[in-house]
């Protein structure tokens, strides 16, 4: 019986130890392909319904610097997958002007983000943060006093203000219907930052009011071409900056150089000349025609010389060229007008 128990025992002890043996091996294996799969945890996961990314071209609207119109710039747009076109393009016209655009600014403030778009029934719903109602330089003004000086540069705050919202509103707006040419597009803001945007009357948002209408909440858009800067509208802003003598604001609105070699000068010189041909005192656009490579507009032209003398020029023809993204005004052909009155 000893026998037999000493037998049975040391079959038993190589049984364990061969599980044991067993055991580790797999543990061992097991340990392996963990540390293997750790190797797979910085990978990205994918999304095996994430779609496929696309580039995409759209004409955005910037405003031309120091003007209350519109420039369209077209530009190349990826769009992420899942993303729609239309977002893709909000994103970017929020995230300012190209690199290489001249003679154009944002108009969204820096803090603003867009928080939802949705379509619906044709009809874009497009919400932006907060941030967008941001009014914060003009309250500073306001708390500085009520000095003549202060008081003259509040109201000019104030105007800036009012121009900067209603001309954003048309940029999104002509954005995104140049692109979707069937949507309207209904402009909401999260006022209160509860992810709720809300529509606003057009006053705030620096429209005019619809007369006749039942409310002045802001209602579906479409494009609107009247804000949008042509050959006609960029003469008439040239004009009314040398009517009032802000030829800084004019100067940017001339061409570099033109095709009779006439270069524009640095503006200091520009502004002394400009002042020894005379002073537009008034005007009036009376039409324009485009050629393959041209536009002429023509004017009537009133001003006073240098001698103080008044004098006016019917039918002046005022031509433009194309200079980046706009039809901009030859300087030799404006100076010849003044010059050979």
Do not use: W
Not at 225 to 249: D, F, K, P, Q
Request: aromatic fraction near 8%; include cysteine.
């Amino acid at each position: 019986m000893s026998r037999f128990m000493n037998g049975y025992v040391g079959r038993t002890l190589a049984i364990l130890i061969v599980l044991c043996l067993i055991l580790s091996l797999a543990a061992g294996c097991s340990n392996s392909l963990i540390a293997e799969d750790s190797v797979q945890e910085n990978l990205p996961e994918i999304d095996p319904e994430g779609g496929v990314g696309m580039d995409i071209s759209a004409v955005l609207y910037y405003r031309l610097a120091g003007e209350n119109y519109l420039v369209p710039v077209t530009r190349n747009i990826s769009v992420r997958a899942n993303e729609r076109a239309e977002t893709a393009i909000i994103r970017t016209l929020l995230d300012g002007v190209p690199a290489l655009s001249s003679n154009v600014n944002a108009l969204f403030p820096s803090g603003a983000y867009m928080e939802d778009v949705t379509l619906e029934g044709g009809i874009l719903y497009v919400t932006l943060s907060a941030a967008f109602m941001d009014q914060s330089a003009l309250e500073e003004l306001e708390r500085m006093g009520a000095s003549f000086e202060n008081v003259e540069a509040t109201q000019r705050a104030q105007e800036e203000l009012y121009a900067a919202r209603r001309l954003a509103v048309y940029s999104l707006v002509n954005t995104l219907t140049s692109y979707s040419k069937d949507i309207r597009v209904q402009f909401l803001v999260d006022v209160d930052n509860n992810g709720n945007g809300q529509r606003l009357t057009r006053v705030e948002l620096g429209l005019e009011s619809m007369d006749g209408a039942a409310s002045d909440l802001i209602e579906p858009m479409t494009f609107d071409a009247s804000v949008v800067i042509t050959a006609e509208s960029m003469v008439a802003c040239m004009l009314t900056r040398m009517v009032n003598g802000e030829y800084e604001l004019a100067y940017p609105l001339f061409l570099e150089s033109d095709s009779s070699g006439a270069q524009k000068p640095t503006y200091a010189d520009f502004e002394t000349e400009m002042l020894s041909l005379g002073t537009i005192t008034g005007f009036a656009i009376l039409g324009s025609k485009t050629t393959a490579n041209m536009t002429e507009v023509t004017v009537n032209l009133h001003f006073t010389n240098a001698k103080n003398e008044s004098a006016s020029i019917e039918g002046a023809v005022i031509r433009l060229k194309r200079e980046g993204e706009l039809d901009k005004i030859a300087y030799g052909s404006f100076t010849d007008i003044l010059e050979n009155r």
